[in-house]
């Protein structure tokens, strides 16, 4: 069947560096996205893997292993504004789109 | 460039009542996509268009819900009759590439109460 796994909530301190961590197991595998989405807000692109490695934009990194069915999201100099859930999506054989729950990030001064 | 359009933003509905949804995506995006989130959860696919047609509507709740893409560009999204359970956000989305390989752009979302 298809699942996704991310933690539901995390909590970080301004200035640090978190990772979060998402697990799927679906029937096939297209590519990962990630999220973000503000309270009350819709969600934004964040990244996109399709080959295993690690990629970074800025501030954010997203990195992907296929053969684990592992991807995890990397936020570094955190910043009150990183506060948001973090959706992981996976884009399967037929191409669909298989979202997680989402992972709330609280950011603490 | 102007972004997904969606309206109204809020609606309250009482159970057994028929409500719509409206979205206009990006110009030129052929793909669009109707999301229900719950609070706290994924957004789960309703309905995903290509162009006017549908591409994937097998978590559309048939008996209440229906989409229509008029002229491949805007859509409604209808709910008749309302039930509890379907208070949620429903998110329009929008994308350029038709193989979910792409990034979707989401409008704001309209927030439905049902009560």
């Known amino acids: 069947g298809q699942n996704i796994d991310q933690p539901t909530e995390m909590t970080a301190t301004e200035g640090a560096i978190v990772q979060i961590n998402c697990t799927y197991q679906?029937?096939?595998?297209?590519?990962l996205f990630w999220y973000q989405q503000h309270a009350g807000e819709a969600p934004t692109f964040l990244s996109y893997?399709?080959l295993d490695g690690l990629e970074e934009k800025g501030r954010f990194s997203s990195f992907l292993s296929r053969s684990k069915g592992y991807s995890y999201l990397l936020l570094k100099e955190l910043q009150m504004k990183d506060s948001a859930s973090y959706l992981c999506?996976?884009?399967?054989?037929?191409?669909?789109?298989?979202w997680g729950a989402g992972t709330k990030l609280i950011i603490k001064p | 460039e102007a972004g997904v359009a969606q309206s109204p933003r809020y609606k309250i509905i009482e159970k057994r009542q028929s409500v719509a949804f409206w979205c206009n995506p990006i110009?030129?995006?052929?793909?669009l996509y109707w999301y229900q989130q719950i609070l706290g959860q994924g957004p789960k696919l309703l309905i995903q268009?290509?162009?006017?047609?549908?591409?994937?509507d097998s978590q559309l709740p048939k008996d209440r819900f229906s989409a229509e893409r008029l002229k491949g560009v805007d859509s409604t999204l209808k709910i008749q009759p309302a039930k509890l359970e379907d208070s949620a956000v429903y998110l329009c989305?929008?994308?350029?590439?038709?193989?979910?390989?792409?990034?979707?752009?989401f409008g704001e979302g309209s927030r439905l109460t049902v009560l």
């Open positions: 989305a929008s994308s350029l590439v038709q193989t979910n390989t792409g990034e979707l752009f």
């Open positions: 110009s030129g995006h052929a793909t």
């Open positions: 268009f290509q162009n006017n047609g549908v591409v994937d």
């Open positions: 679906t029937s096939g595998f297209n590519g």
């Open positions: 893997n399709v």
């Open positions: 999506a996976v884009n399967e054989d037929n191409y669909q789109l298989i």
